[in-house]
């Protein structure tokens, strides 16, 4: 354990006072990360009740180290060079973190060294918390770590909560279409969902997609029949069996099974509830899967800061990779507990969240829209997920259904536009939104507890009242954020799609795009989004680093501006979210513009888009 010694001499109003063998290097902050009333929350481990659980478990130390953080080239990967990309992300992480883990000295059982992010996580099975908080008491003073986080392995066992509702199999209609980057192609799908555009000779040809999930991937299941599809992480087989096993491929078969929206994409699966747990989707990413789907909750919080361990590294990864990610909202929302509380990933800022919605257009019952965090416009986006027709199974219900719909319309668009990063997909899925179609109406839901007895879900007589009202300034509504899916939007909306290269210095209005002429009565929606992004803080005193803080900053605020032609500025004035938008309707025909004005914790934000939509 190195500390950094100096002498100094200090001028005091007493007179000269020598600082001797002064410790510059400040105690690593240790949290401890366990489940609560409502969910995960997370303490310093210095909090006396944290360490009343003296029951053996296995026990995950996740060591963050404070080098400066890695932002991957979004233009490159458009340029079609993610693999240069990633193979550059993986060289700097990887080397650096088998470097830093030299001045780890941790006895553990297993060790995942990140090939992405800053992180090694150690595992220490079958002990108590006290033995390991002794153990990484040893490391509070250790150079080169940021923070420590410990929690019980358990705590995030992904799990998935839809509903199988055994209704007759889908079958589809063969017809022949010439395109969509295979010459002659059968065309299985008939698909009624999601203003999905018929014949679209868009199927997600070249397309890399990963399924991080929990279950069995049937690679030979007649869905996936001559198509590009793998395993590419699942040492666990005891989940491969119950009624949920054959979650993943009721998922891959959505997104781009024969019948699927994105038929020509080939899949990728790795499953969540190994033992690299949550980072087992970097086997994802080293298969060079371009979207990856997440349709399982992996925990959830009830605190209302940016702190948990798997928040900031699912948007770390992001950043360092560009690999869009797309996930299930939850459906806890009629459920005893936790109530409703959007579910990790989804909750995370760069990760697109989707929630679901019935074939009426209602959020559906057991949507989880909640926030405990300071991101607040989950989920982004809704999509039928109430008795959706899983090509080749049945109808099921769950936000699971809804994500891969989504995932599934982005592979068409990347092939149709390239490779998009998270901001442009976002802003495009937002601006192309259908939110007429969605109801608005106060919903009285009954909540259900699981019982015992019957194996069941039933309801407990208690009920919980749910408006789906606009978030004041931001354009989004609390159950279903932009509003519904729409895939014929989406492909038309990509030839308006107009890259943003911003460079924000200053709360003065930044000009978008200018010269789009309405007429009055005419409506505009666009939508303006950007990523999470960290940094290093350096600390010094008298020219000496002594401290170098990470932090994932607070979410920049930028507000998106429609300005007239007689120069009146319209804005939306949103604070808790990365993405916002406005709906606007021209009172005066003539040429508007489209512009952005940053307002606070913008300095470090490097990656910004828009799109937008006329009608």
Not at 529 to 552: C, M
Request: net charge negative; charged share 15%; proline share 3%.
């Amino acid at each position: 354990m190195k500390k950094l010694i100096v002498s100094l001499i200090v001028p005091t109003v007493m007179g000269v006072v020598a600082l001797t063998n002064y410790n510059f290097h400040r105690q690593n902050e240790v949290y401890v990360e366990a489940k609560g009333s409502e969910g995960v929350e997370v303490e310093k481990a210095r909090a006396p009740r944290m360490y009343r659980a003296n029951d053996l478990a296995d026990y995950s130390v996740a060591v963050r180290f404070d080098y400066d953080s890695y932002e991957a080239d979004s233009a490159a990967i458009e340029e079609g060079e993610r693999t240069e990309v990633i193979a550059e992300s993986s060289e700097y992480h990887y080397g650096k973190n088998k470097q830093y883990a030299t001045s780890v000295d941790l006895a553990y059982d297993s060790v995942f060294v990140s090939k992405y992010s800053p992180l090694i996580t150690y595992s220490l099975n079958n002990t108590t918390l006290e033995e390991v908080m002794t153990k990484v008491e040893a490391l509070s003073y250790t150079s080169k770590i940021h923070d420590i986080h410990v929690y019980d392995e358990s705590l995030y066992e992904a799990t998935v909560g839809d509903e199988s509702l055994n209704m007759a199999t889908d079958t589809a209609t063969p017809t022949v279409i010439v395109g969509g980057g295979g010459g002659v192609t059968t065309d299985l799908r008939d698909i009624p969902y999601d203003n999905f555009p018929d014949g679209t000779l868009y199927k997600g040809y070249g397309i890399k997609v990963g399924i991080f999930d929990v279950g069995l991937f049937d690679v030979n299941h007649t869905n996936f029949a001559g198509k590009t599809v793998q395993v590419v992480y699942d040492p666990n087989t005891s989940n491969n069996i119950g009624s949920m096993a054959m979650h993943p491929t009721w998922i891959g078969s959505i997104i781009g099974g024969r019948f699927g929206i994105a038929s020509s994409t080939s899949l990728y699966f790795a499953d969540i509830n190994c033992a690299d747990k949550y980072q087992g989707i970097e086997h994802l990413i080293d298969a060079g899967c371009d979207l990856v789907n997440i349709s399982a909750s992996i925990g959830d919080i009830s605190s209302s800061t940016y702190n948990t361990d798997i928040e900031y590294y699912f948007d770390y990864l992001y950043t360092s990779t560009k690999v869009v990610m797309v996930a299930a909202s939850g459906n806890t929302l009629n459920e005893y507990s936790p109530g409703g509380f959007v579910g990790l990933p989804a909750l995370c800022a760069n990760v697109i969240s989707v929630g679901s919605i019935d074939g009426n257009g209602s959020p559906s019952d057991f949507s989880s829209y909640k926030h405990m965090n300071d991101v607040f416009n989950k989920p982004n986006l809704v999509a039928l997920g109430s008795s959706r027709v899983v090509p080749g199974f049945w109808a099921m219900s769950g936000t699971s259904m809804s994500a891969p719909a989504v995932t599934g319309a982005l592979a068409l668009l990347f092939q149709k536009r390239g490779i998009l990063d998270m901001p442009t997909a976002l802003s495009l899925l937002e601006a192309s939104a259908n939110n007429a179609i969605v109801s608005k109406e106060t919903e009285i839901i009954d909540i259900l507890a699981f019982n015992q007895d019957y194996g069941m879900y039933l309801p407990t007589g208690e009920t919980v009242t749910c408006a789906n009202n606009e978030m004041a300034g931001s354009g989004f509504y609390e159950r279903s954020g932009a509003g519904a899916l729409d895939i014929t939007r989406l492909l038309l909306l990509s030839s308006d799609f107009e890259p943003a290269a911003l460079n924000m210095t200053s709360t003065s209005y930044i000009t978008l795009l200018s010269g789009i002429n309405l007429a009055a009565g005419q409506t505009l929606t666009a939508a303006l989004s950007w990523e999470r992004t960290g940094r290093i803080i350096e600390t010094k005193f008298l020219g000496i680093v002594i401290k170098r803080t990470f932090s994932h900053d607070a979410l920049a605020n930028l507000d998106l501006a429609i300005v007239s032609p007689s120069a009146i500025i319209y804005k939306t004035n949103f604070t808790a979210s990365n993405s916002e938008m406005m709906r606007f309707i021209a009172t005066t025909t003539g040429a508007y513009s489209i512009k952005v004005k940053p307002v606070s914790n913008y300095s470090s934000v490097t990656s910004v888009n828009y799109a937008y939509w006329v009608v």
